[in-house]
């Protein structure tokens, strides 16, 4: 077949496969393969697998970990407790032993600043909000005449924002001294939901907000109305 014959051919093929094709799909243009040497040689876009909606691959690509989707171009939804279920607060423990230095906690791979090992609850409050990772939390000490430090102490952290069943956070002790360390258990296993939109409105993923069903609002992450962005707050 002559050059211009092989190109009406190809011509021919890539007009049949219009078909296949719905306005949806589009972003997937960039995936059609071509290989002269098949008798097929335009070959239909193959949607991405699920495990490649990553949100790590997301950021890898330059995007935060916000965006999702196949080429990352699509935003995620805030994600909230249904007010309809009963559901517990993750609250986890830490148990240190030290009379000087500090430590720090590592929570969905980002690092706290550092806390010193006679730092106050508030403070250990304080520098755990601060971190992207983490929203809310409250800081108890078993028993508040001594510090978070003390051997027959335990500090127990309540996650008030962050729902589900959460990983544990990781003690880095390097700076401590005079004690055995640290030790972080969980506590109380959460059971809210981490639903999309709280269960209760459709997410819009090119603006990255939920668009709440009749009836509904945004919460502040403990049932009643604010900025979070759910849909879990019953109007």
Same mark, same amino acid.
């Given at each position: 077949?002559?050059?211009?014959?092989?190109?009406?051919?190809? &011509?021919?093929?890539?007009?049949?496969? /219009?078909?296949?094709?719905? %306005?949806?799909?589009?972003? &997937?243009?960039?995936?059609?393969?071509?290989? *002269?040497?098949?008798? =097929?040689?335009?070959? *239909?876009?193959?949607?991405?697998?699920? +495990?490649?909606?990553?949100?790590?691959?997301? !950021?890898?690509?330059?995007?935060?970990?916000?965006?999702?989707?196949?080429?990352? +171009?699509?935003?995620?939804?805030?994600?909230?407790?249904?007010?309809?279920?009963?559901?517990?607060?993750?609250?986890?423990?830490?148990?240190?032993?030290?009379?000087?230095? @500090?430590?720090?906690?590592? &929570? /969905?791979?980002?690092?706290?600043?550092?806390?010193?090992?006679?730092?106050? !609850?508030?403070?250990?409050?304080? @520098?755990?909000? $601060?971190?992207?990772?983490?929203?809310?939390?409250?800081?108890? =000490? =078993?028993?508040?005449?001594?510090?978070?430090?003390?051997?027959?102490?335990? $500090?127990? #952290?309540?996650?008030?924002?962050?729902?589900?069943?959460? *990983?544990?956070? $990781? *003690? +880095? @002790? !390097?700076?401590?001294?005079?004690?055995?360390?640290?030790?972080?258990?969980? $506590? #109380?296993?959460?059971?809210?939901?981490?639903?999309?939109?709280?269960?209760?409105?459709?997410?819009?993923?090119?603006?990255? #907000?939920?668009?709440? &069903?009749?009836?509904? %609002?945004?919460?502040?992450?403990?049932?009643?109305?604010?900025?979070?962005?759910?849909?879990?707050?019953?109007?």
């Amino acid at each position: 077949m002559s050059g211009l014959g092989e190109i009406a051919a190809h &011509f021919v093929r890539a007009r049949a496969l /219009r078909p296949l094709f719905r %306005s949806s799909d589009r972003p &997937f243009l960039t995936l059609v393969s071509y290989d *002269p040497s098949s008798p =097929f040689p335009l070959a *239909p876009p193959r949607r991405p697998s699920p +495990s490649s909606y990553h949100k790590s691959e997301c !950021a890898y690509a330059g995007q935060t970990s916000s965006w999702t989707g196949h080429d990352c +171009s699509l935003r995620t939804c805030p994600t909230g407790d249904d007010p309809y279920t009963d559901g517990a607060d993750e609250q986890q423990s830490v148990n240190c032993s030290a009379t000087a230095g @500090t430590y720090s906690l590592s &929570f /969905r791979d980002e690092m706290s600043g550092d806390i010193a090992w006679d730092a106050t !609850a508030a403070t250990i409050a304080t @520098t755990l909000q $601060v971190m992207s990772t983490i929203g809310n939390v409250t800081v108890e =000490f =078993f028993d508040s005449l001594l510090g978070g430090c003390a051997a027959e102490n335990t $500090v127990y #952290v309540t996650f008030k924002s962050d729902m589900g069943d959460l *990983p544990t956070m $990781v *003690p +880095s @002790t !390097a700076s401590l001294t005079g004690g055995t360390g640290i030790i972080v258990s969980e $506590v #109380v296993k959460g059971s809210k939901e981490n639903l999309e939109c709280g269960g209760l409105g459709m997410c819009n993923p090119e603006e990255g #907000v939920c668009e709440c &069903f009749d009836g509904y %609002s945004s919460t502040n992450g403990y049932g009643v109305g604010g900025d979070r962005g759910d849909c879990g707050a019953v109007a």
